[in-house]
């Protein structure tokens, strides 16, 4: 699995204005409903799913990184949006840092296998200081595309 199989380009979001979690949330979730990834019935539901996951512990795992994710029914396909900011986002991460890039992934209640594939994809490229770097870095949408595109290249190069 790719990461373009799975992040919604429309929801790419190269100036992420939020400085605080909650916030964040649900400016991440409103784009990725604008980009039709979720009913905008799901909003509130999903935003109180995602928040209670991170109050039973910070998808925030350090190196500048968050992963929140939520599964649910209504969810029909994967879906993820990637988040940089420029600021940085408290995001109570485990290492205390800010936050700078947020992938936040969407996935369907009864395919748990795609979602782990998913974000086995997701923490393998977070996981490579390169890739955090240039995500770090990318203040367009276009250069996030690019830089998912060369990880799904290398990906298939190894």
């Known amino acids: 699995m790719k990461l373009l199989d799975f992040v919604a380009t429309d929801a790419l979001i190269p100036d992420l204005q939020a400085t605080e979690r909650d916030d964040a949330i649900h400016e991440i979730i409103d784009r990725l409903i604008d980009a039709g990834a979720a009913p905008k019935a799901l909003r509130d539901t999903l935003i109180e799913l995602i928040l209670e996951r991170e109050n039973h ?4 795992f ?19 949006a990637v988040a940089v900011s420029q600021k940085g986002v408290d995001f109570n991460a485990l290492d205390k840092a800010p936050v700078y890039s947020i992938v936040m992934l969407l996935s369907p209640k009864d395919k748990p296998d795609e ?44």
């Open 57 to 60: 512990g910070s998808t925030g």
């Open 62 to 80: 350090g190196k500048g990184v968050a992963v929140p994710h939520v599964k649910h029914e209504k969810i029909k396909k994967m879906a993820a």
């Open 115 to 158: 979602h782990l594939q998913a974000m086995e994809n997701i923490f393998s490229n977070l996981q490579k200081d390169q890739f955090r770097k240039f995500l770090r870095q990318a203040t367009t949408r276009e250069q996030i595309e690019e830089l998912m595109q060369e990880a799904d290249a290398q990906q298939l190069s190894s």
